[in-house]
């Protein structure tokens, strides 16, 4: 379940991994760190090992393709429509 505060919590991480793939454009490194604060975050929500694994791996491929994306498409109408898009995937899957 998503609280209030775990939503603005991903919003405020996801703005800074966006604007940090922008700075370094290692969108492995991003994908990686974000991983790791959303996994670390749901461990508060008492999931067994086996959760927080699947967990993780789904955040990982999801944010991964997101941030490549980005980072290749780096202008125009196409960079703006994965902006949008995978914002909202990565609020909602992640």
Same mark, same amino acid.
């Given at each position: 379940?998503?609280?209030?505060? #775990?939503? +603005?919590? +991903?919003?405020?991480?996801?703005? !800074?991994?966006?604007?940090?793939?922008?700075?370094?454009? +290692?969108?492995?490194?991003? &994908?990686?760190?974000?991983?790791?604060?959303?996994? !670390?975050?749901?461990?508060?929500?008492?999931?067994?090992?086996? #959760?927080?694994?699947?967990? #993780?791996?789904?955040?990982? !491929?999801?944010?991964? &393709?997101?941030?490549?994306?980005?980072?290749?498409?780096?202008? #125009?109408?196409?960079?703006?429509?994965?902006?949008?898009?995978?914002?909202?995937?990565?609020?909602?899957?992640?």
């Amino acid at each position: 379940m998503v609280t209030v505060v #775990g939503c +603005k919590m +991903k919003i405020i991480v996801l703005i !800074a991994i966006i604007g940090l793939v922008y700075q370094t454009r +290692k969108p492995l490194h991003c &994908a990686i760190f974000y991983t790791v604060i959303m996994t !670390a975050y749901s461990m508060m929500y008492d999931w067994d090992f086996t #959760g927080l694994v699947i967990f #993780g791996a789904i955040t990982f !491929a999801i944010t991964f &393709a997101f941030l490549w994306l980005l980072d290749r498409f780096s202008w #125009g109408i196409l960079h703006f429509t994965i902006l949008l898009v995978g914002s909202g995937v990565m609020m909602l899957f992640t």
